[in-house]
């Protein structure tokens, strides 16, 4: 199939760092050794194998929030992770990013990671003038609800530079449900929205993501498959899945590809879509989930290329 022209709706910004850039923050910073190499640091660095405790990727996602301190740092990342985005083909991208997460060690004020962000998408599109890139914002369920309402504060006082309003973080722990009063306020304003669901809790998160929460696309939504009647209300009502295949095996949120959903789901009508999530944690690109689409669960380029336009009717930006 053609790799160009690729639409992904699912990929976290805050930790989209180019990988070099990462490490050449953190040694600027006295996080990692002068004498650590780029190969030795993407081998140490990037996860490939499904973890095994969550701490060892709690501090992966710290030297992020260690590195992203300022309004010239996050620029140079966001634009560096859409040119990188667009050399691997994609030319419409929905970039996420929580404001919570990215300022929370640095103290940066939330407006300058946004204004950095929003700027170095920008400084990308003009640079390749037939790509798309937007800002979803994210809520952090785990930071507590006092978080959950600020950043809904902030999202439609800043609306007119997202696309979109997410939550994101440990669904089993903090329920969709608990945020259906936060959240009327983003519904109330028309806003489009996307809900973390279905990925560490069960079809129950992904109704409530819909049903609470005004969710028309969900974020991952794996654990749809073991709701039949989910999944024909997921094909009726055209809600697509954003999946994210290396994610998922990765974080142990499903345990291998020739199982994983989005072959079922896509062969029964839902609406899926392929995505990365975190490339600069896991290594990987839009390009790699193609392959494993194809060579490990069997779908065809026709399949495959199909899951791509239905992601760009779905876009947010569309």
């Not at 969709?176 to 109330?188: E, F, T």
């Not at 392929?274 to 896991?282: A, E, G, R």
Request: net charge negative; charged share 25%.
């Amino acid at each position: 199939m053609n790799l160009a022209g690729l639409t992904e709706l699912h990929r976290h910004l805050d930790v989209s760092v180019r990988l070099s850039t990462l490490l050449e923050l953190a040694q600027a910073r006295g996080l990692v050794p002068q004498s650590t190499s780029l190969e030795g640091f993407r081998a140490d660095f990037i996860l490939r194998e499904p973890m095994s405790d969550l701490g060892s990727v709690l501090a992966k996602f710290t030297l992020y929030q260690q590195v992203l301190d300022r309004y010239e740092v996050v620029e140079r990342a966001a634009f560096e992770a859409a040119e990188d985005a667009y050399r691997e083909g994609i030319r419409v991208i929905e970039f996420r990013f929580s404001p919570g997460f990215v300022c929370e060690l640095s103290k940066m004020p939330w407006l300058e990671a946004l204004d950095g962000f929003h700027d170095g998408l920008k400084r990308a599109m003009t640079v390749y003038p037939d790509l798309k890139a937007g800002l979803i914002c994210i809520g952090s369920r785990d930071f507590g609800m006092g978080s959950i309402e600020k950043t809904i504060e902030f999202f439609l006082r800043e609306r007119d530079r997202f696309v979109g309003f997410d939550l994101a973080g440990d669904e089993a722990a903090y329920p969709n449900h608990l945020y259906r009063q936060a959240i009327k306020p983003v519904i109330a304003s028309g806003a489009k929205i996307t809900i973390h669901a279905g990925e560490a809790a069960g079809p129950d998160s992904v109704w409530a993501a819909i049903e609470d929460l005004g969710a028309i696309r969900i974020g991952h939504g794996i654990r749809s498959i073991e709701d039949p009647k989910l999944m024909e209300y997921l094909c009726e009502k055209r809600i697509l899945l954003e999946m994210c295949p290396t994610s998922n095996r990765i974080t142990s949120a499903w345990p291998d590809y020739s199982t994983h959903p989005f072959r079922r789901c896509f062969e029964a009508g839902v609406p899926v879509c392929l995505n990365t999530d975190d490339p600069s944690i896991f290594g990987n690109t839009l390009a790699d989930e193609i392959r494993i689409a194809r060579d490990r669960m069997g779908l065809s380029d026709d399949a495959i290329q199909k899951s791509f336009d239905t992601a760009r009717a779905h876009s947010f930006l569309a």
